[in-house]
Nanobody, 114 residues
């Protein structure tokens, strides 16, 4: 079973940038869909970015133009480049992948201060 581990979270001021990584324990070459979600305090988990081998990346309207999802198959890693961060981007960021069933990482905390 593939395991996912997120990293790269931290505390930044508004307008700053972070790059999150989601490292898989096995090859992601054959994994079609990998996602980034955000769990903000008191809110439902939100899908914010999708990387799919069969189509272009897609983003939630709230992050479009500021966040970019990429994957490095050689490093078995999914990335989320986050620019122009806002306080409302604060939350736990989780990745998931469909490998016969959905597999989730444990998440990494991002805190954006105004």
């Amino acid at each position: 079973q593939v395991q996912l581990v997120e990293s790269g979270g931290g505390s930044v001021e508004a307008g700053g940038s972070l790059r999150l990584a989601c490292k898989a324990s096995a090859s992601i070459y054959t994994i079609d869909v990998m996602n980034w979600y955000r769990q903000a305090p008191g809110k439902q988990r939100e899908l914010i970015a999708t990387s799919a081998t069969s189509r272009s990346a897609s983003y939630a309207d709230s992050v479009k133009g500021r966040f970019t999802v990429t994957r490095d198959n050689q490093k078995n890693t999914l990335y989320l480049q986050m620019n122009s961060l806002k306080p409302e981007d604060t939350g736990v960021y989780l990745c998931n992948a469909y490998v016969s069933s959905w597999v989730w990482g444990q998440g990494t905390q991002v805190t954006v201060s105004s």
